[in-house]
């Protein structure tokens, strides 16, 4: 079973930038998409970025212009680069594999915005 795990996350005052790398204990070349989701309290989870095997990605709306995911194969690693930070990009980021009949969840790593 393959294992998730976050790091990068932090706190950082807004305008900054924080890069988010998640590590795959197992190779991520069958993934069909690896993706960045957060949480906030008292909302469902979101997706932020997901980037698929072919390297397509995809960005929310709120998030595009400021926030970048990349893959890197060779060292099983997703990662997120965000700038521009702005206080509602404070949550909790997840990171998530998904391949056929197998779905992944890292346990996440905490962003918070503020001055």
């Known amino acids: 079973q393959v294992q998730l795990v976050e790091s990068g996350g932090g706190l950082v005052q807004p305008g900054g930038s924080l890069k988010l790398s998640c590590t795959a204990s197992?190779?991520?070349?069958?993934?069909?998409?690896m993706g960045w989701y957060r949480q906030t309290p008292g909302k469902q989870r979101e997706l932020v970025a997901a980037?698929?095997?072919?390297?397509?990605?995809n960005h929310a709306r709120s998030v595009k212009g400021r926030f970048t995911v990349s893959r890197d194969n060779a060292k099983n690693t997703v990662y997120l680069q965000m700038n521009d930070l702005k206080p509602e990009d404070t949550g909790v980021y997840y990171c998530?594999?998904?391949?056929?009949?197998?779905?992944?969840w890292g346990q996440g790593t905490l962003v918070a915005v503020s001055s």
């Open positions: 980037i698929t095997n072919s390297g397509n990605t």
């Open positions: 197992g190779s991520i070349d069958g993934a069909n998409a």
């Open positions: 998530n594999l998904l391949a056929t009949n197998l779905e992944v």
